[in-house]
């Protein structure tokens, strides 16, 4: 089955470590993103790719960082940077022609 | 103004009942329309897929006006298991365009 697989699920991480999402995607889709969403808000964008080698920042960028070196990978680093990191990480990808957003299940991280 | 507008609710609604949730847009050059559910603490999942001639699956209608740029889910006959928040999904087509979201609708469904 095709879909957006994200790891670890729940992280939980000291003040100053930076830490790596995973997000990979047997879909075949050029587009993909990550957002984040606290509690009872909306999904705020971070940052989006929309084709290998080239990503964009999103709304809230501070503080992380991404990379596209392979169609089926979006991984992103919530960086020490990052003042108030925990939080809900969604990673999504678009189908080209429907525009319909596929979400993988999600990585929640916590700082302790 | 945002982008996407939609009212979060709570709506606070009893089973059977009958609830419509809007959500307005601005972006005019908009191609694709969607509603997401979204549970407690999980990742948004599909509902409904929007167009222009309007859709219905089940107890579900969605319908889109262009010319006053909103979008419209009408849930008939609620369950309480659609208890969740309801997200509004705004999308162009080809990768120029970044998907937008609303903030979500809250709806609680009480016995």
């Known amino acids: 089955d095709g879909g957006i697989t994200q790891s670890p699920k729940y992280l939980f991480r000291k003040e100053g470590q930076n830490v790596t999402l995973s997000c990979e995607q047997n879909?075949?889709?050029?587009?993909m993103y990550w957002y984040r969403q606290d509690p009872g808000q909306g999904l705020r964008l971070i940052y989006y790719?929309?084709?290998?080698?080239?990503?964009q920042k999103g709304d809230i960028a501070e503080g992380y960082s991404v990379s596209r070196e392979k169609k089926e990978s979006f991984p992103l680093t919530v960086t020490s940077a990052q003042k108030n990191p925990t939080a809900f990480y969604l990673c999504?990808?678009?189908?080209?022609?429907?525009?319909?957003?596929?979400f993988g299940e999600g990585s929640r991280l916590t700082v302790l | 103004r945002k982008e996407v507008e939609q009212d979060p609710g709570p709506f606070n609604v009893p089973e059977g009942a009958t609830v419509a949730f809007n959500c307005t847009y601005s972006?005019?050059?908009?191609?694709?329309f969607f509603w997401y559910r979204q549970d407690c603490r999980k990742e948004p999942k599909l509902l409904m897929s929007?167009?222009?001639s309007g859709n219905e699956d089940g107890r579900f209608t969605a319908q889109l006006n262009r010319a006053s740029q909103y979008i419209s889910l009408l849930i008939r006959d609620s369950k309480l298991s659609d208890s969740a928040t309801y997200l509004c999904?705004?999308?162009?087509?080809?990768?120029?365009?970044?998907?937008?979201f609303g903030r979500g609708t809250s709806l609680i469904v009480h016995p």
């Open positions: 879909l075949n889709h050029d587009a």
């Open positions: 999504a990808s678009t189908h080209p022609f429907s525009g319909e957003l596929f």
């Open positions: 999904v705004v999308n162009g087509r080809g990768g120029s365009y970044i998907p937008t």
């Open positions: 929007v167009y222009s």
């Open positions: 972006n005019s050059a908009s191609q694709s």
């Open positions: 790719s929309q084709i290998v080698n080239d990503f």
